[in-house]
């Protein structure tokens, strides 16, 4: 039950601030939920009607009354909402216009209106009545909703003054109300929330009024219900029968806690009742709070979302933490330096980190070392079960501490493109589609982000499997755009130098590193650049060097042979300067290689893809760095 503590806590702490209170994704009060209205009715404060409009897409989030079994509904026969709802509720014309209820209402269809109609008669009677609910009240009972919209121009009826259920017409024609509503939903399905209008009074939105919500909370939680010891706050309090969904999206009708099953096997052998409260009693007030938090926290962005999976990371009281899921950019704004700058000389790993630590120290000034963080992996097989697939609880310091030590241990100079350029760690995703491609599996996807969740919050290594997959792809680039193949040179050299943290890779060319896979990494680069600078600038044929590079990786002795003969052609068009200053270079690195060490047939490990990387980069800045002073001499007229 920590999840829910630790939830409630949260609610407790974030409810009264008023930068949650006043923003675009307020925390939800208890007894309402969100849901997407597609229909908005303008009533008078006599109940007379006055207008109705179909809503577009930025304005479909409503925060509506419910009640328990409201707020999780679901099934063929759904208990309504107390306020807002659907036309089959609402509408006491729903069948005269030929509109279809549920299977469940099959044998009574007038019931789903009359329930509503018996609901809202009971609040109005109630201590706790509003004078919109008045309002409301008086026009439902008319019985014309339906009749009303029709005249509006809001929903559409054919020849037999039906609801019309699907468009044929032309696409340039289709009424507003088809475009809006999900994909296989008939209009009869639209939802439809209220605004009451009253002369001297400014907030006629029913959603947006705060006295009628407390209206609403007073009268629900002043019900007759079961109570009995809430596990959670260890009280007396008001017993939940029923538990939230809708925790992702709107439509989401899976639950954390469900235990309403009384004629399977859900208690055989283990309880004496069928109610669920010998496994689990928690108080309506704690996992309406708890859920309305964590349906918070997702909708806040401050969630990684992918399909049905989620992953949450939150402080209790509502400060700002870094995301684990960001790369280096996205969460600290690295870019990469200018390569002209003093701190790309040596190993910019040295800069890198001195900047991380002020980014991590702005982040413990706000957070404090005492903060509790909470990191929480949702995900549900079934469309009714959701389960917690990742729980961690740590401290502000604690947690700073070890994205701290992710950035650092798996960052590498990352080029995702010509304009997305930066030092540091790569986000899971990236790392899924590196080792498995742009086209990966949605399960896979999913599983492969699970597996890196622990290595950043937990320190467990790097799953092998993905470096390996990653250093494969990059080897064999057939069908890889050049920016996806330098894009996963980045990522692979990260996942590799995040896997070594004992050899102690630097950011940098290390010409003293004299290991068989470092030297080979570096001949390969050379030979990558000397053949590039012979071709014309514009061109977008990847080099002998790179195109060999799964063979070089396998065979690298044998390789080498082939690619230092395919130089020989490309030589005679390289400036004889360049030219003296590779094939020096060459041999200065062929000298630093042991007899044995050169004609290993073995295969090449990861480490070459370091000092690939490494040396391209280097040959690269100074033959920028050569064109630039060509250039200004050309320009003086020297």
Sequence with gaps: MSWLNQLYETYEQCAEKPEFIDSDNPLLPICHTYQNAHIEVIISNTG??????????????????????????????PVNHPLCD?????????????????????????????????????????????????????????????????????????????????????KEDKPELFK??????????????????????????????????????????????????????????????????????????????????????TYRGRFTDKTGSQACTVSSEVTQKAHNALRWLIQRKQAYRYGDQVFVAWAKAGTDIPDPFSNTNQLFGMEAENENSSQTTGDIGQAFAKKLSKQIAG??????????????????????????????????????????????????????????????????????????????????????VERLLPCIIDGVAIPQDLITSSHNRLCNRVGMDAWEWEKTLGITCALVRGSQKERSYKMALETDRISRDYLYGRLLAIADHLEYSALDRESKRPTSATRLMHQFSMRPYKTWKNIELALTSYKPRIHPGLLYKLD????????????????DPSPLSSEFLLAFHSQRKELWKKSDSQDKTENTTEELGV
């Design 48 to 77: 007379a009607f006055l207008r109705a409009k179909v809503l577009s897409k930025g304005e479909l989030s409503t925060i509506i009354p419910c009640t328990e079994a409201s707020g999780g509904r679901s099934g063929s026969k």
């Design 86 to 170: 659907k036309l089959q509720y609402l509408s006491g014309d729903f069948l005269h216009f030929g509109g279809i209820v549920t299977t469940g209402f099959k044998k009574n269809p007038e019931e789903p209106h009359q329930n509503y109609l018996d609901q809202l008669t009971a609040w109005l009677d109630s201590p706790y009545t509003h004078p919109k609910i008045e309002a409301i009240s008086t026009y439902v009972n008319k019985g014309q909703l339906i009749a009303d919209l029709v005249k509006a121009k809001i929903l559409e009826v054919d020849d037999e003054n039906k609801l019309l259920k699907n468009w044929d017409g032309d």
């Design 180 to 265: 809006i509503i999900p994909a296989g939903q008939s209009p009869e399905g639209a939802f439809v929330r209220w605004r009451v209008e009253t002369v001297g009074e400014p907030q006629s939105a029913t959603w947006e009024d705060r006295s009628l919500m407390q209206a609403w909370i007073n009268y629900y939680t002043t019900r007759d219900a079961a109570k009995g010891l809430c596990m959670v706050t260890g009280k007396e309090s008001t017993l939940a029968e029923q538990h939230p969904s809708g925790l992702r999206h709107g439509a989401d009708k899976a639950k954390l806690i469900s235990s309403n099953d009384k004629i399977g096997y």
């Design 363 to 448: 982040y413990q000034s706000k957070l404090g070392s005492t903060e509790q963080i909470i990191i929480m992996g949702l995900d549900s097989a079934t469309p009714g079960r959701m389960a917690i697939t990742y729980y961690r609880e740590l401290t502000g310091s604690d947690f700073l501490q070890r994205i701290q030590n992710w950035h650092e241990s798996v960052s590498w100079d990352q080029n995702y493109s010509k304009d997305i350029k930066f030092i540091g760690a790569p986000s899971p995703k990236d790392i899924a589609e590196a080792a498995y491609g742009q086209r990966i599996d949605d399960k896979l996807r999913k599983a492969t």
């Design 584 to 599: 020096n270079l060459i041999d200065d690195v062929m000298d630093k290689f042991t007899s044995d060490n050169f004609i």
